[in-house]
């Protein structure tokens, strides 16, 4: 089946700094990709979707200028977590869709786990 | 190779069947296995389950986990329109989530 890698696997960082996590199709191409923030008894919640060469589409409540996301290529999206804080911390987790037309076509990366001192 | 494979990836079924999800996994440090349902973009959490031979129940959706065999079902009983949707499996290891590709579940009136 198609693979997604997430970069970096687990991450810690002091409050104030940015940090950037990579979201990667590895054996196709995705136009369109999205990232969730997983809380507190396992719930996921949907971010944004990422589509590849125009902006991202954010979800009601997510801020843009702090959760920058990048689709520069038809393989890679990234997320900035920008002047990260404490109440950051989560799990980050990206998929990828393959085909626009089923969800069954999407395929989840491994999670990032952020943790903010 | 760590991995979890969800069977059968699509499913038809009519109003008042009850079908049964599986979900075996091969995932090393397992911590636990966790049931979604996808019907848009983000799957809603159904179960979490980490010990063997304990039923989970929320209405008609239940499932349970064998860590002897390396697998879990999700069980629905008496199925309806409104139980179309995705299901997928996910184990999280070591600091890593596995998902599977999903069940595909199409339930017909």
């Known amino acids: 089946g198609a693979v997604v890698s997430q970069h970096p696997s687990w991450v810690i960082c002091k409050s104030g700094t940015s940090v950037k996590i990579e979201c990667r199709s590895l054996d196709f191409q995705a136009t369109t990709m999205f990232w969730y923030r997983q809380f507190p008894k396992q719930s996921l919640m949907l971010m944004a979707t990422?589509?590849?060469?125009?902006?991202?589409?954010?979800e009601q409540g997510v801020e843009k200028d702090k959760f920058l996301i990048n689709h520069a290529s038809l393989t890679l999206s990234t997320l900035t977590v920008t002047s990260a804080h404490p109440e950051d911390s989560s799990f980050y987790i990206c998929?990828?869709?393959?085909?626009?037309?089923?969800?069954?076509?999407?395929?989840f990366g491994p999670g990032t786990r952020l943790t903010v001192l | 190779e760590d991995k979890v494979v969800q069977s059968p990836l699509s499913l038809v079924v009519h109003e008042g069947d009850t079908v049964t999800l599986n979900c075996s996994y091969e995932?090393?440090?397992?911590?636990?296995l966790l049931w979604y349902k996808q019907e848009k973009k983000a799957p809603t959490f159904l179960f979490m389950l980490?010990?063997?031979?304990i039923e989970k129940k929320s209405g008609r959706l239940s499932s349970i986990l064998d860590k002897k065999e390396l697998f879990s079902i999700l069980n629905i009983t008496a199925t309806q329109t409104g139980d179309s949707a995705v299901y997928l499996c996910?184990?999280?290891?070591?600091?890593?989530?596995?998902f599977g590709s999903g069940t595909k579940l199409n339930v017909k009136p």
């Open positions: 995932v090393t440090n397992f911590r636990s």
């Open positions: 980490t010990s063997s031979g």
């Open positions: 990422s589509n590849e060469g125009s902006k991202a589409t954010y």
């Open positions: 996910a184990v999280f290891g070591f600091n890593k989530f596995y």
């Open positions: 998929s990828a869709l393959a085909d626009r037309e089923s969800y069954n076509e999407q395929f």
